[in-house]
């Protein structure tokens, strides 16, 4: 068991496993979410507060949730890779983060499109998960921008550890003190506490675009690390082997 | 000379304390360096009334606000050189070969900082708050959230400090790695001020920036330290 | 015997350059291991990694047999490095520097005032660092050295700056820390001609 570990975290191992799981995670996932757009704009029934304007959740949440999960993963494989330095690990934050930061957008637009009939306007600071959501995408940025403005690799990866794993304390913090700061000031909430109640049509669609998207994330998480293991790898001799040899490597 | 004797290693807190005496003694020699951060926050208070108007109702809303945005801009721009003289002096990679563990060392040089950046800017901010109309009483409230306030982001800039230090761009990049980090004491701080205006309770404010002065008292010091050490790899 | 410095096996990987592969060494009391090589060799990179600064693709240091990294404030408590920066304020003076050295690190029983006699720098004492020459710098850096009591030695091109009674001094320097049982690893891109065992390493 713990071989199967080991070889994982060796790159060229990784990267044909990788290459294999991929499309099994890809597949399920886009049907899983195609399920999950057609049950949600036909099937669910209105809401009978917000009617169709709700719908758009079958894309915000998954992508709210996704956007939280990705960097959770930079976090946690920074840690590893500090800890153990195990330079995969490191990989994978530098992968996860465009991910991340994409979803974190594709939140920050579908809660925006979501509250504009409800707010009658585009932004509503006094939501306190928008607001979260946007400090997100600001500690993504931060990360990003740390990464490109160290030019050696393993010095970046080390310091993009530290700032993921400060991060995510961050995000815990922000999250209950702009729910205080909303609860002053009677901001408007898309999704009151405890979650909307939802009858089991509406909810499978849900679930279904959750796990769908969920993989899908997978699937291209795995497609960047391959990229990422390719790049950093690029002088050793399996990548150059792989490369040149006569199918020109898949 | 026994070579193969350890010597007494000097222990923590002198370490620490020595860093303060040695940060601060730098200060004294070069004593314009602590008016800068006071009158950016003086000039970041005077751009609000310039750009939204001077009118008495505005000013007494929002001064809470404004006084904590631009002390945390103010911070901001003192943060900058904590490390970053060591670092062109190669003062601070001999602090990485001492004996002396570097998370003591790092949080003598943030409250040296704090103290030379902070506590002066906690002690002007009685002047600007009565320029926005603040009541007495709300002044002592916002000089207690400066000061707990202060802690906090000397604390977490240091962090930020650590990461960038030697960097090409290093200073714009600071801000945008401490600015998410600094939201939930500037939501705290400010909020809690504004609560007191409004004679509402406001001791939740007080114990949650209190709590959290405490937690980055106790945790800063490592991820400066361990941030520092791969900044000078 | 265990050597008390020594090394095997070490590589070092700066951005995509290969600095050195495969590289070890073994000094005991009384040697000095002098590092040569042309400017941009890795020599200092090597030092910085002797210190503990840089990590190592391969290979590990050792003090007294146990591993660097598991003594790091033991082993940083017994020496003492001249890098290429002084390492010191500029604007506290000599006096004031060494009064924050003392805490950082053990400091040996010798008379401040005799060290700087000796180093030629009594009169420049109490005058910030910054007024002082390069040459003035180098040595007030060699007094921090002096004034540490500690085995090794970590010299980074010592001779910058110095002219040819600086360089002899530092010689002379070396030669008593090495028979008074100390150790040294020096870098420098000329030849050093040294009364004491010396073990090259060239870059």
């Known amino acids: 068991m713990w071989k199967f570990f080991h070889r994982l975290a060796s790159p060229p191992h990784f990267y044909r496993l990788a290459a294999i799981f991929a499309p099994w995670l890809m597949l399920p996932g886009l049907v899983l979410i195609a399920y999950g757009t057609i049950a949600g704009l036909f099937v669910a029934p209105e809401d009978y507060q917000q009617g169709d304007a709700f719908r758009i959740i079958y894309v915000h949440v998954p992508a709210a949730y996704l956007s939280m999960m990705a960097y959770m993963i930079m976090a946690v494989s920074g840690g590893i890779g500090l800890i153990w330095r195990i330079k995969l690990a490191h990989a994978v934050g530098a992968a996860a983060a465009p991910l991340g930061a994409a979803f974190t957008l594709l939140a920050l637009l579908t809660g925006s499109i979501w509250g504009r009939p409800m707010w009658g306007t585009w932004w509503e600071w006094g939501d306190p998960r928008l607001t979260s959501e946007l400090i997100l995408l600001f500690l993504y940025f931060g990360y990003m921008a740390l990464r490109s403005a160290i030019d050696d690799t393993l010095k970046a990866d080390k310091a993009c550890a530290v700032i993921a794993l400060v991060g995510v304390v961050n995000v815990v913090i922000v999250h209950y003190s702009v729910e205080w700061w909303s609860s002053l000031h009677q901001g408007q909430t898309l999704l009151r506490k405890g979650g909307p109640a939802m009858d089991s049509a509406m909810l499978y669609p849900l679930l279904a675009m959750i796990l769908g998207f969920t993989l899908v994330f997978g699937a291209l998480l795995l497609r960047r690390v391959r990229t990422e293991v390719l790049y950093r790898e690029r002088r050793t001799r399996w990548v150059r082997k792989m490369i040149l040899a006569p199918q020109g490597g898949r | 000379m026994m070579i193969d004797d350890v010597a007494e290693q000097p222990g923590i807190a002198s370490g620490l304390v020595a860093m303060v005496r040695r940060d601060l003694l730098l200060v004294w020699k070069r004593p314009g360096d602590v008016l800068n951060p006071l009158f950016f926050f003086a000039m970041v208070c005077t751009l609000f009334p310039l750009a939204v108007g001077p009118s008495a109702e505005q000013l007494t809303f929002s001064g809470p606000g404004v006084l904590w945005v631009a002390a945390l801009l103010a911070t901001l721009l003192s943060l900058n050189s904590l490390f970053v003289a060591d670092f062109e002096d190669g003062s601070l990679e001999q602090l990485l070969v001492s004996p002396q563990p570097l998370p003591a060392l790092v949080l003598g040089k943030t409250i040296a900082h704090w103290l030379s950046s902070g506590v002066p800017l906690v002690l002007v901010s009685p002047l600007l708050a009565i320029t926005y109309r603040m009541p007495t009483d709300v002044v002592g409230v916002m000089m207690l959230t400066l000061a707990l306030g202060t802690v906090c982001l000397s604390l977490l800039g240091s962090i930020g400090a650590a990461l960038t230090v030697g960097l090409s761009r290093g200073t714009a990049l600071l801000s945008l790695l401490i600015l998410p980090l600094a939201m939930p004491v500037l939501l705290l701080g400010a909020n809690t001020v504004s609560l007191a205006a409004g004679d509402e309770m406001y001791s939740t404010g007080i114990w949650a920036l209190a709590a959290y002065a405490v937690a980055t008292l106790s945790l800063a010091p490592y991820a400066a330290a361990a941030a520092l050490r791969i900044s000078n790899e | ?203």
């Open chain 3, 1 to 203: 015997m265990t050597a008390k410095l020594s090394a095997n096996d070490l590589t070092l990987v700066r951005g995509e350059r290969v600095l050195f592969h495969g590289l070890g060494f073994a000094l005991n009391s009384g040697e000095l291991l002098l590092l040569q090589g042309q400017n941009g060799s890795g020599k200092t990179s090597l030092i910085r990694a002797i210190a503990g600064l840089l990590s190592l693709e391969s290979g590990e240091i050792f003090w007294g047999g146990v591993p660097v990294l598991q003594q790091r404030q033991l082993f940083h408590g017994s020496l003492v490095w001249l890098a290429h920066s002084s390492g010191l304020k500029a604007d506290l003076t000599l006096v004031e520097n060494l009064e924050f050295e003392k805490v950082l690190r053990p400091q040996s029983a010798r008379e401040p005032e005799e060290v700087f006699e000796r180093l030629g720098i009594a009169r420049l004492k109490r005058l910030p660092v910054r007024f002082l020459s390069a040459g003035q710098q180098r040595r007030v850096a060699l007094a921090r050295i002096l004034l540490a009591d500690v085995a090794l030695w970590l010299l980074d091109e010592p001779f910058t700056n110095l002219d040819q009674e600086g360089r002899e001094l530092v010689i002379e320097l070396t030669e008593e820390h090495l028979a008074g049982g100390g150790l040294c690893v020096l870098a420098a891109h000329q030849d050093i001609d040294l009364e004491a065992t010396v073990k090259m390493v060239r870059l």
